[in-house]
């Protein structure tokens, strides 16, 4: 297939949830028919911030995979990739640590933000693992000559960096590696719950595709919301307001009424957070329901994603032969 090559992916650390929904799931389920996607499930990558609970991430590699099937993704069409069976990443991730200096892993926006979330885990001496680890993104992209890399806003300093490096690896040693290019969906940051951070896995603030209808609806009558209107009829702030970021993904036709009623007082909160959860479990009706008929097939699904990385592999050993070749390294 000479399609250009995609790669994108989500480390096992928890189920998926509407900021991937929105912020990478649904170009995937897109661009498939264009591109020859590798879909990486990233649990090396994930091991760097949950080294001490392995079992988390291993737990979390079929759900992740069932989340991406759920909403439409196609083995026919797509390879899922398991990070941990390719060890040309690895290797490559070795090559590309040369050319990366400690001062510029610090800089990068986007590991300085989470070293500080993950200040109980690191305290105040983060591992080199995981300072590194846009270098073993950078790996997986390049191993399998991605073009195109979508993803959500907060992994846009992670792909620069991918870019330098690949520049700086062909300035050395010839032009073996393509240089990818990041591609942000419609809505790149989807806030979380509590109104603050981007809606994360590990950071407790998700709503998850795999979450039940009651569950989803408890979560969004807790949901933060313009702290000003305390009572039903007191006009809000509905730019200020988190609910109403959702109603923008799952309402847009209806976005002007809410803003008009909810600015005018004449629409509260409750009445606006019990409509938003209707059509949230309207919408994700139908990707629960593949996901349940698949809860029952882990032996084929563990099957068919080791059958998949060794057919990408096809791929990142050609690209590892070139850059040992352009590396002078001798090999057979
Ligand atoms: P963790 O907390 O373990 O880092 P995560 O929720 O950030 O998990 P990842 O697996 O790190 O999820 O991210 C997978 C992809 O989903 C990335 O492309 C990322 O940019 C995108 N993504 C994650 N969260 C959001 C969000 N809230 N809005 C938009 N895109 C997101
Ligand atoms: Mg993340």
Do not use: W
């Amino acid at each position: 297939m000479n399609a250009p090559h995609l790669l994108t992916g989500d480390r096992p650390t928890g189920r998926l949830h509407l900021g991937h929904y929105f912020g990478s799931l649904q170009s995937r389920v897109t661009l498939q028919n264009t591109h020859h996607s590798f879909i990486l499930i990233a649990d090396v990558q994930a091991l760097t911030d949950h080294f001490h609970h392995p079992e988390k991430v291993s737990e979390n590699v079929l759900e992740v995979l069932k989340d991406n099937l759920a909403v439409g993704l196609s083995p026919e069409k797509c390879t899922f990739v398991l990070q941990s069976q390719v060890p040309e990443i690895a290797e490559l991730t070795v090559f590309f640590s040369n050319l990366v200096t400690l001062g510029r892993l610090q800089q990068n926006p986007t590991v300085r933000h989470e070293i500080r979330q993950k200040q109980a885990l690191f305290g105040e001496s983060v591992t080199y693992g995981f300072l590194g680890y846009p270098i073993s993104q950078a790996a997986d992209i390049t191993a399998f000559q991605a073009e195109v890399v979508p993803v959500g806003e907060d992994q846009l300093p992670i792909i620069e960096q991918t870019r330098e490096l690949v520049r700086s690896f062909n300035r050395y040693y010839g032009e073996v590696l393509r240089e990818p290019r990041a591609l942000l969906a419609e809505h790149p940051r989807i806030r979380g719950l509590d109104g603050q951070q981007k809606m994360g896995k590990s950071l407790g603030n998700a709503i998850h595709l795999a979450d039940p209808e009651a569950d989803t609806r408890q979560k969004i009558m807790q949901a933060i919301t313009d702290p000003q209107k305390a009572r039903k009829n007191d006009p809000g702030r509905p730019e200020v307001c988190t609910v109403y970021t959702y109603h923008r993904l799952f309402q847009p036709e209806h976005l002007g009424t809410v803003y008009q009623e909810c600015s005018t007082g004449s629409r509260g909160c409750v009445q606006c957070k019990q409509e938003l959860a209707f059509c949230v479990n309207q919408h994700l009706a139908p990707i629960r329901e593949v996901r349940q008929e698949l809860q029952h097939q882990d032996a084929q699904l563990s099957e068919m994603l080791l059958d998949h990385t060794e057919q990408a592999r096809v791929t990142s050993k050609a690209t590892l032969q070139a850059v040992r070749k352009g590396m002078r390294l001798l090999f057979k």
